[in-house]
């Protein structure tokens, strides 16, 4: 299904006052109509009579029909309209439009409501002009009151979070904001049934698909790129670039159903609460380690400086045994989780 763009002919305020300028006409009509036909004797003919007959058909019956082709729309906002059930077009620009009174709406996504910013209702008051002039044309309210409209604007989906087993079958938690817009109004309503709900089912696949190519933190010998080279790509390291394939998962699924998707961020990451303390002493443990590692290589150093100083300056001279004492001692105080409690020798060191 293409999209086709209806003319940018904003008549709606043309035909307004021609209404009510025909309203007008016919109140004045049948008001000297009624006034002519009580005078006695009434010699006027068959004509205040028609004129009579003429105002009050035009304002019980025919005045309706114009007025339910009215169509206004607001910026970033569209209309797709079918005609005896056959696609006609979309209004697409801001305006006050008069349409054929028998073209309906169509957007089966009207009543569905997802965690997104397009479904919050903001603010309640009195009904405006334009819309009650909306809410009694045929475009109007749907069941709930809920009007057909389809909105071009950015609008943030906030799916769930989902449980998945990462690389290494670890199970996680995530959750995703995408961002998207309705780019081809004529596929988003024809080509699927609800773009919505079908823009909602593919985040959650494109998600579960990238995902279960990632670990969680970085681990050895795993291709995340697929290129056959291990590579340090994980979900808590590399967040740009997994939301970035998300994205493009997701577009290539959406893209049937005229729907373009901005971006897609990664808003929550972390361990299903099944493995949550275990992997969470075994980062400590990790961290511990790496400390460590850190505390010995620094501390064998400062040993290392300590005697070539000892022995560039010839302040003592110590020989091997001696040399391996001070060496265990300068590991001990260097390498302690506590301060040392040092002890002063005043004999000889022989």
């Known amino acids: 299904m293409k999209e086709i763009a209806l003319g940018k002919k904003k008549n709606g305020m043309k035909w307004l006052l021609l209404v009510v300028c025909l309203d007008i006409v016919s109140i004045l009509g049948v008001i000297l109509s009624l006034i002519r ?43 797709v309209l079918t005609l005896f059930g056959r696609y006609i077009g979309t209004l697409k620009e801001a305006g006050f439009y008069c349409m054929n009174p028998f073209a309906t709406a169509v957007n089966p996504a009207a009543n569905t409501r997802l965690r997104q910013s397009g479904d919050v209702n903001s603010g ?21 009151g809920t009007d057909k409209k389809i909105s071009l604007k950015i609008m943030t989906l906030n799916n769930n979070r989902q449980k998945i087993n990462d690389v290494l079958g670890n199970p996680i938690e995530i959750g995703i904001a995408v961002m998207w817009r309705v780019v081809d109004t004529a596929k988003a309503v024809f080509d699927v049934d609800n773009y919505k709900e079908y823009l909602s089912l593919q985040c959650d696949s494109a998600l579960r698909n990238i ?34 394939r998300i994205r493009d998962e997701i577009q290539s699924k959406v893209e049937q159903a005229g729907l373009e998707i ?57 020989d091997e045994e001696r040399k391996a004492a001070m060496v265990s001692n ?4 260097l390498c302690g989780n506590h301060d040392a409690q040092p002890i002063v020798n005043t004999g000889s060191l022989y």
Not at 330 to 333: H, K, Q
Request: glycine share 10%; net charge negative; hydrophobic share 50%.
């Open 124 to 144: 309640e008051g009195s009904p405006s002009l334009s819309a009650l002039l909306t809410a009694s044309s045929a475009t109007g309210s749907g069941k709930g």
């Open 262 to 318: 901005i971006e897609a961020r990664i808003t929550y990451l972390a361990y299903a609460p099944e493995i949550a303390a275990v992997m969470l002493q075994r980062q400590q443990a990790s961290a511990i380690i790496d400390a460590r590692k850190m505390i010995v290589d620094g501390a064998v150093g400062m040993v290392e400086m300590a005697l070539e100083r000892l022995n560039a300056k010839k302040m003592v001279e110590l």
């Open 37 to 79: 036909l009580d005078e006695e004797p009434y010699t006027g003919g068959p004509l205040p009579g028609l004129i009579l007959a003429a105002g009050l058909i035009w304002l019980i019956a025919l005045e309706w029909f114009p007025i339910a082709g009215f169509k206004v729309l607001k910026p970033q906002e569209a209309l």
């Open 330 to 333: 300068l590991l001990v105080v």
């Open 211 to 244: 995902v279960r190519l990632y670990p969680y933190d970085v681990a050895p010998n795993v291709d995340t790129t697929g290129d056959g080279v291990a590579d340090e790509g994980s979900l808590r390291g590399s967040s740009e670039i997994v939301a970035a």
